[in-house]
DNA sequence: CACTGTGAATGCATTCACAGCG
DNA sequence: CGCTGTGAATGCATTCACAGTG
């Protein structure tokens, strides 16, 4: 996730001197700690965070250093004190983001049905599709509205992030949709480059891109 | 993927050379050297490759020189030879890679429905779900087995791949299933850590992570 | 004593910049 | 002149290693 995006810049300064790998992992360390948090698990040490992550412990000390002192020498951190924190870091606390979905095919639909999203009041509020035997049908709630209107939607719903879902050849299309109704952050799931204002955050999800790379180290070794 | 997973050894000495970026950018490159000759393109340049794919020149014309020497000074890249020369490093030319597929969701379902994967030579031979409702019926051609065969019809088909789509809870049980069948290489698209002998490969997707962080680039700037 | 937090060292990946070639 | 291929420079990210602390 490695990744599979390949650009973006930093805006803020003060969002300049925490690495974008890190922030990433930030909310691998949220994820962690709400679960542990719901096992009653009181403190953790960067170690056993890491092995559970697949980290080292040192790059745990790391990251978490960039955003204060949460630990206490000996003990590790506790880990209500520091889900706390991280979430109010991360920008999730006490609050919702707004979030639309274009794209009702299968891996659409798979994103609707992630419950981790909501527990980060990641909130899907729209849904499009092109399909016009869809339009209408709801969808974990939601009524699936015409892709022509999605700019529409995104103004009206107060939209903060879009979610491209939809075949490469409507990606770029839809992504000046979401532009033009004022979104500010996408993350794209079709397997193309778009092209983005400065503005406009963008993050590129390659589901293919693991699995059609995987075969170079395949050929190379026995067998 | 930027992308998401965090390490991956090196085995063989030849592949040590190259950097794990660019390998996983090859097949980038591959698949865009597909789209430009089916339009004809006769002969393509660093600059103009970059611009497709998002990189710069520069970095094109370093990750290809890792492969060999394929341009023409003052031409660029011929295309149909660039990208016979990369399908073969790839290890994707004139052969199938056997893949498994565990987990029939919406997930799995948007897998097994993505056309590239065909064309680069990889081909589902296994699908199995948990489901009891979903057992027998097909899906893309194939029928739905129990996960409880997963091992054994790894085996019997030699399955080259495994691809785990299922909840986070399963995850860890198919992973070994499939390393009991003998497979090398995994990906997996459930968002928790898995452990494999370091003889596996694994990479890991994860479809939430860049949706779930960026929050915090939203949250530090303006409104 | 177990663990954190962090300078300093290391290791990768990307970018610069330009010699050399067709 | 346009474009490749690549040393050298730069910039990030990770890891080491240990002083400092409860």
Chains 1, 2 share one sequence.
Not at 54 to 83: I, K, M, P
Not at 116 to 124: H, I, K, S
Not at 141 to 146: F, M, N, S, T, Y
Request: aromatic share 6%; proline share 4%.
């Amino acid at each position: 996730m490695k990744r599979s995006n390949h650009r973006a810049p930093s805006r803020s300064p003060a969002a300049r001197l925490v690495p974008e790998a890190c922030v990433t992992r930030l909310s691998l360390y949220v994820r962690e700690l709400s679960r542990l948090e719901t096992q009653r698990v009181g403190y953790v040490s960067s170690r056993r965070l890491a092995q559970q992550l697949g980290l080292t412990d040192a790059q745990v000390r790391r990251d978490l250093s960039y955003f204060g002192q949460f630990g206490t020498s000996g003990r590790g951190y506790e880990v209500q004190r520091l889900h706390e924190q991280l979430t109010s870091i991360l920008g999730v606390a006490g609050r919702t983001w707004n979030v639309a979905l274009a794209g009702a095919g299968n891996l659409g639909s798979a994103l609707l049905a992630y419950r981790g999203f909501q527990q980060r009041g990641l909130v899907f509020k729209v849904v499009v599709d092109a399909d016009p035997q869809k339009i209408g049908r709801t969808i974990q709630g939601l009524p699936i509205a015409p892709t022509q209107r999605l700019t529409e939607l995104v103004r009206q719903q107060n939209i903060h992030i879009g979610l491209i879902a939809v075949p490469v050849d409507a990606a770029q299309a839809v992504c000046q949709q979401f532009i033009d109704g004022g979104v500010r952050a996408i993350v794209n799931f079709a397997p193309v480059h778009l092209e983005v204002p400065p503005s406009v955050r963008l993050r590129s999800v390659d589901l293919a891109i693991e699995l059609e790379s995987l075969a170079f180290y395949l050929a190379r070794n026995h067998r």
